[in-house]
């Protein structure tokens, strides 16, 4: 068995079960925790702390210019 995940709640077991591709974002844009789907996108390598836009590339809207304009 995995140790458990600190960043995981039982919020985030469901999603995990229910929508697996799903990325939990803190407030900085860092990724706070993936879904099992996600997780495997990157191998080995922890998604966890990244920023979401150094793993993504996001094409839509054209205009996007970082977090500030996702959000």
Known sequence: M?????????F???LDLVCPW???LNN???????????SKLNGDAPL???ALL???ELRRPKT???MDGLL
């Open 2 to 10: 995995k140790d458990a995940d600190p960043n995981q709640t039982s």
């Open 12 to 14: 985030t077991r469901l």
């Open 22 to 24: 799903y990325v939990v």
């Open 28 to 38: 900085e844009g860092r990724i706070h925790h993936t879904g099992p789907g996600v």
């Open 48 to 50: 966890v702390g990244a």
């Open 54 to 56: 150094d793993f993504l």
């Open 64 to 66: 996007l210019q970082g």
